[in-house]
């Protein structure tokens, strides 16, 4: 028979603990880079792939183009990408980092967002499901079905725009 009591609280220990490293990493980050958690994914990303296309920004972090935009515009702003239009396309938009990116991904602590996806991505498809299940159930139980999936520790919101949704 299985103690209930016993896995509720393996239960909650294990999201604590996972609460506590989320926490951990984004405040490093911000601390080391001044980035949120999902620009400093975000940078990691673009210095991996650069120049890289926004849609394929987005497939790499697992998030909608809309809100890959509104990540990229405030690393713009702080002058760590740089956009370029496709002569041959206009619709196509690469990123590439500035070298003031390229001098701060070199010393910059690894992104929580990275560290998570990179150990899913690693884990078969059954076991996956698994997972999304017991998530799935944990969102029921909190009541959390439809509030919008906000990034973790930042503003931003994993958000379609219309034209995205089919």
């Known amino acids: 028979m299985v103690d209930t009591t016993e896995l509720i609280a393996t239960i909650t220990d294990d999201l604590r603990r996972v ?32 120049p890289i296309r926004i849609s394929d920004l987005a497939s790499r972090l697992y998030l909608h183009n809309a809100t890959v935009v509104g990540i990229v515009d405030r690393l713009e702003i702080q002058e760590m990408v740089a956009r370029t239009r496709s002569s041959e396309d206009r619709r196509v ?8 990116g390229r001098e701060l991904v070199t010393n910059a602590p690894e992104a929580f967002q990275g560290v998570l996806v990179g150990g899913l991505e690693r884990i078969p498809a ?9 998530l799935r159930l944990m969102v029921q139980i909190l009541g959390a079905q439809n509030l919008p999936p906000q990034l973790i520790l930042s ?5 379609e725009r219309e034209d995205e949704k089919e």
């Open 93 to 100: 938009v690469t990123v590439a980092l500035t070298p003031k």
């Open 126 to 134: 059954e076991k996956l499901q698994t997972i999304s299940d017991g």
């Open 19 to 50: 609460f506590q490293v989320v926490n951990e990493h984004s405040k490093r980050a911000m601390r080391e880079t001044g980035l949120t958690g999902p620009q400093l994914w975000a940078i990691k990303v673009v210095a991996e792939h650069e």
């Open 155 to 159: 503003p931003e919101v994993n958000k």
